[in-house]
């Protein structure tokens, strides 16, 4: 047996896969070669080889330490952009059986509202996939079977918030990796306007030639325009954070007649339509974007095909966060990867000694970065509601127990750092505030894709 194959033996574990901690340790050989194929060996196991590469950047070997550091930050940041796969293999099941193997697989918390409908206890499941199919696509045969789907019903801590509905939303839906785009509407307004202060916005319409005896320049009293455009929504898997650094891309837009609908190269640009970088309450981020179209002289029946590209910055936490105890935090600052928390103050309400009042402050650790990545942050920071499975900070008590909400008294918001002050009521099974778990992020540049058929026309 020659040493190359004796070699790959070891390297291959009974079932055939690579052992991750040997290669871990053949990070550091003496041999470039081998050091570069365990790399790539490593990245090819993905998420199954994180464990050990995480113990391995405390490694006393700088060579080891390097090597596994860059492989945890390259493996996290494409699992970023990939969809969640689970598995479905159901056999007269129970509802609530299914949804926490479900949340159990995809580590994104689910939670069946409300929790006393009988309906959750009794309604039974069978349901089998030979292969493991994408999240979006799991909730959908699930909700489906089970008459159920996602809700964003708020106020609830961290889950995302299943209801009894019709299975799934009758909405046009296109994946694309972890992401869901619903087309929510196409859209023919025309309008003449007496009024300038009345005057229509213009998403993509061009202006008409104005009646006789009026100036005929743009929206003035008694001109007239028609807008032609669609509503998306778009929605990625709730374990991450969304925001929208750029408009929306149509690659094209065709009717049943063949006739091109894409709008004037001016009129290109696509309004975000969301606030706070895509929050909403129930654990989910969504955009939604209003875009134009041109309506043609002789339009068709169908838009035959409507796709494109939305640009965007993706974010989820990283694992090991970093605790602090309150105890002995006031105006200290602690470091969590790329992100500061300054403890201003821990007090209680004159008012109402039973509640603590916590005054933060978050700040990203480079001011010098990307003012547009800089600013995503922040603002996901900011306005992501408690224990979200993407936020950044949880508050707990002596018990390790989090807070599943708090209200803001106060926000301010600047470039590079946000300053929080939070009111913590006292909630039944809780101690008082006595810990903050802090996690550092990954961000990606990314795109989503979407492709629309035979849509009516308006």
Not at 5 to 31: F, I, N, W
Not at 341 to 368: K, W
Not at 427 to 447: H, K, S
Request: charged fraction near 20%; include cysteine.
């Amino acid at each position: 047996m020659t040493l190359a194959k004796l070699v790959v033996l070891v390297l291959l574990g009974a079932g055939g896969e690579p052992d991750a901690q040997v290669l871990v340790q053949q990070l550091g050989s003496t041999r470039y070669a081998q050091r570069e194929d365990a790399a790539k060996a490593l990245e090819v196991q993905g998420r199954l080889a994180l464990p050990s590469l995480r113990v391995a950047r405390e490694s006393r070997d700088p060579e080891v330490r390097t090597r596994a550091a860059a492989l945890v930050e390259r493996i996290e940041s494409s699992l970023l952009v990939r969809p969640t796969l689970v598995r479905l293999n159901y056999r007269d099941r129970l509802l609530a059986e299914v949804v926490k193997d479900l949340a159990d697989q995809s580590q994104i918390p689910l939670s069946l509202f409300p929790e006393n409908n009988p309906l959750w206890t009794s309604k039974r499941i069978t349901l089998q996939e030979s292969d493991p199919v994408p999240f979006w696509k799991a909730l959908d045969l699930i909700g489906q079977q089970a008459q159920i789907q996602p809700m964003q019903v708020g106020g609830r801590g961290n889950a995302l918030n299943l209801v009894p509905g019709n299975g799934h939303l009758a909405l046009p839906t296109s994946d694309s990796g972890p992401f869901r785009t619903r087309l929510q509407g196409i859209n023919h307004d025309r309008h003449r306007t007496f009024d300038m202060a009345q005057a229509p916005v213009l998403f993509g319409g061009q202006p008409q030639a104005a009646p006789p005896g009026l100036p005929a320049i743009g929206n003035v009293p008694g001109h007239a325009t028609d807008n032609f455009y669609f509503n998306i929504q778009l929605l990625v898997e709730p374990r991450m954070n969304l925001s929208q650094p750029g408009t929306v891309k149509l690659t094209e837009a065709v009717d049943d007649k063949g006739q091109s609908l894409l709008p004037p190269a001016a009129s290109t640009t696509s309004a975000r339509h969301s606030g706070f970088n895509g929050y909403t309450p129930g654990g989910q981020t969504n955009l939604t974007m209003i875009c134009p179209l041109r309506f043609p002289d002789q339009p068709g029946t169908t838009i035959t095909r409507l796709r494109g590209v939305v640009p965007l910055i993706v974010s989820a936490r990283k694992d090991d966060p970093t605790t602090i105890s309150l105890a002995d935090a006031k105006g200290k600052s602690f470091e969590a990867g790329e992100l500061t928390l300054i403890v201003n103050d821990m007090r209680v309400e004159p008012n109402n000694p039973q509640v603590t009042i916590l005054d933060l402050t978050l700040r990203l650790g480079s001011a010098q970065g990307d003012q547009g990545q800089n600013r995503a942050a922040i603002n996901a920071l900011a306005f992501h509601t408690p224990n979200t499975p993407n936020g950044q900070f949880e508050i707990l008590d002596a018990q390790g127990k989090s807070y599943p909400q708090w209200m803001p008294m106060s926000q301010q918001f600047g470039t590079v750092e946000s300053r929080l002050v939070l009111s913590l009521p006292p909630q039944a099974g809780l101690g008082a505030p006595a810990q903050i778990r802090v996690y550092d992020t990954m961000r990606v540049n990314t795109e989503a894709t979407f492709e629309f058929q035979n849509i009516p026309m308006p």
